[in-house]
């Protein structure tokens, strides 16, 4: 399936991550706050893993920000283009007498 293959590769760039922060799995685990058990199936793209460890996850690898990304609204350029071209309202300035 598809969504195995989506967790699949999830986890090994979890895996890749970890490593290349030179963590050990039990090291990383503590830090992420989930057994060592709980990463290794993280790092299998189980998907019995709760959604909140991967936030951890992702702050302790400072890629929270990434969690932004998912359901993001999608972007609609002609909203976009009438922002652009619709001048913005300017107030006169107060007068003095």
Known sequence: MIEDQ????L??????ERIRK?????AFAARIGVS?????????GDDSVRI???????????????????L???EDLFAKFDRLNTP?????SKKTA
């Open 6 to 9: 989506q967790l699949s590769l």
């Open 11 to 16: 986890g090994t760039r979890l895996r890749s």
């Open 22 to 26: 030179n963590d050990s799995q039990a």
């Open 36 to 44: 060592i058990p709980t990463l290794r199936k993280m790092e299998a």
């Open 52 to 70: 909140g460890h991967w936030v951890q996850a992702l702050k302790v690898l400072n890629r929270d920000k990434d969690m932004d990304m998912i």
């Open 72 to 74: 993001a609204p999608k």
């Open 88 to 92: 913005s309202r300017k107030r006169a």
